[in-house]
């Protein structure tokens, strides 16, 4: 069972380099996710997607995009990238509707450090 | 608007003893309530979660919590603690038949000395 998958697991940048986060899942979820953490922030929420063709602002969406591909994948991508992004980025995905409580399920993370 | 507050950032307790992670929550509609664990260097998991009926929720690994409206509460429990115990634990509520978008605590550390 792979869940929700998160490529790549650690990456270095060189400040304004640009780079996507993969994120793919086979739970046959509606919605997805991009979190970040950092520490004594908790997790904050940048970008969601409730389905798929749609996509919204989280909490703190500035210096990102990204692309709700199709049902399984869900892309973050950093145009240009600054060292106030170096966090632990999550994607979740959820199943929502009137029966579903809405859990989210995580990936392991991607540790990216800008330089 | 919905919020979740968590109290301490860091709990410590020694091994067997109870451990209680403190949840206070708000929101307009009744709401559903979960606890994520974090394990060092993983994503968060479902510990356990409350949607309707029974206000004792039992999760994984021994841990429960219970909602209670009247304090706008759903602290974790577990009896005694043991050492795989150590990790993050958060808070997080949505509301029923409302956004999708679930609020999420800061977060209590929970360490455990042996």
């Known amino acids: 069972n792979a869940g929700v998958t998160q490529t790549p697991k650690f990456q270095v940048l060189k400040t304004g380099q640009s780079m996507t986060l993969q994120c793919a899942q086979d739970m046959n979820h509606n919605s997805m996710y991009w979190y970040r953490q950092d520490p004594g922030m908790g997790l904050r929420l940048i970008y969601y997607?409730?389905?798929?063709?749609?996509?919204d602002k989280g909490e703190v969406p500035n210096g990102y995009n990204v692309s709700r591909l199709n049902k399984r994948e869900f892309s973050l991508r950093l145009e240009s990238a600054a060292p106030s992004q170096t966090s632990v980025y999550f994607c979740a995905s959820s199943a929502l509707g009137r029966t579903n409580t809405g859990e989210l399920f995580f990936g392991e993370g991607s540790r990216l450090t800008v330089l | 608007a919905q919020s979740v507050t968590q109290l301490g950032s860091h709990v410590s307790v020694s091994e067997g003893a109870l451990v209680l992670l403190r949840c206070n929550y708000s929101s307009s509609v009744p709401p559903y309530l979960f606890w994520y664990v974090q394990y060092p260097n993983q994503g968060l998991q479902l510990l356990l979660k409350y949607t309707t009926g029974a206000t004792l929720v039992k999760g994984i690994n021994g841990f429960e919590a219970e909602f209670k409206k009247s304090e706008t509460s759903f602290h974790l429990t577990k009896p005694s603690a043991h050492m795989s115990d150590a990790a993050e634990y958060f808070c997080?509520?949505?509301?029923?038949?409302?956004?999708?978008?679930?609020?999420f605590g800061r977060g209590t550390s929970l360490i455990v000395h042996p």
């Open positions: 997607s409730a389905s798929e063709g749609t996509t």
């Open positions: 997080a509520v949505r509301k029923s038949g409302g956004s999708y978008i679930p609020t």
